[in-house]
């Protein structure tokens, strides 16, 4: 199946600093990637659907300004948490799916990014 | 909106037997796909199983199925023959048709499978 790598795996930094989280596919082209955000024993909330080239389409209720999405090339998106605090301690996830599949419908994940805001 | 429903937070098996995870969903299309994904301690996501929901036969993997009732709107996993490595949080997602693969998954809130040895 195709890779998904996400960087970093651990972060912890202070409030009110910016974290930057990079998510690349490896071995395939992905035009559109998807954040996730999972609290401690529940399950993965769309935040937001990168576009490779343009905005990215946040979920409702996500701020746009406290989560910055970029996606400046088919292989790599990056998710910028802006001015953290303590609330926005999670697990941050992103996924792809490979267009060249038909359908296009399964969709890989990386590894996750647990980010800890003291 | 499409919402998954599972309502199974936690279930328990003896090793080498069956277990069923339940699965219910709500949408509106007729056409869409349905995921089970595993999420172990490194939580990692793990695809299980995918089932398109055109296809009337159900989907099967190794010691992995389904069983589609797309009338009910049902989805549920069956894991035979369950191994220690079964052991993990168990996901089950949906997604409409996506010809670009331009749509995130709507998951379930999980099921956490306890393997007894």
């Known amino acids: 199946g195709a890779v998904v790598s996400q960087h970093p795996s651990r972060v912890i930094c202070k409030s009110g600093t910016s974290v930057k989280i990079e998510c690349r596919s490896l071995d395939f082209q992905a035009t559109t990637m998807f954040w996730y955000r999972q609290f401690p024993k529940q399950s993965l909330m769309l935040m937001a659907t990168s576009n490779e080239g343009s905005k990215a389409t946040y979920e409702q209720g996500v701020e746009k300004d406290k989560f910055l999405i970029n996606h400046a090339s088919l292989t790599l998106s990056t998710l910028t948490v802006t001015s953290a605090h303590p609330e926005d301690s999670s697990f941050y996830i992103c996924?792809?799916?490979?267009?060249?599949?038909?359908?296009?419908?399964?969709?890989?994940f990386g590894q996750g990014t647990r980010l800890t805001v003291v | 909106a499409q919402t998954v429903t599972q309502s199974q937070p936690e279930m328990s098996v003896q090793e080498a037997e069956t277990v069923t995870l339940s699965c219910t969903y709500d949408t509106s299309e007729s056409d869409y796909y349905l995921f089970w994904y595993k999420q172990p301690p490194s939580r990692q996501m793990i695809l299980v199983i995918r089932q398109e929901a055109y296809k009337q036969q159900n989907a099967t993997e190794n010691r992995f199925s389904v069983n589609f009732q797309k009338a009910a709107k049902s989805f549920s996993l069956k894991i035979s023959d369950s191994q220690l490595g079964d052991a993990a949080m168990y996901f089950c997602?949906?997604?409409?048709?996506?010809?670009?693969?331009?749509?995130?998954?709507?998951f379930g809130k999980g099921t956490h499978l306890i393997i007894q040895p």
């Open positions: 997602a949906y997604s409409p048709p996506s010809g670009g693969g331009a749509d995130g998954l709507t």
């Open positions: 996924s792809a799916r490979n267009l060249r599949e038909p359908g296009g419908t399964e969709a890989f």
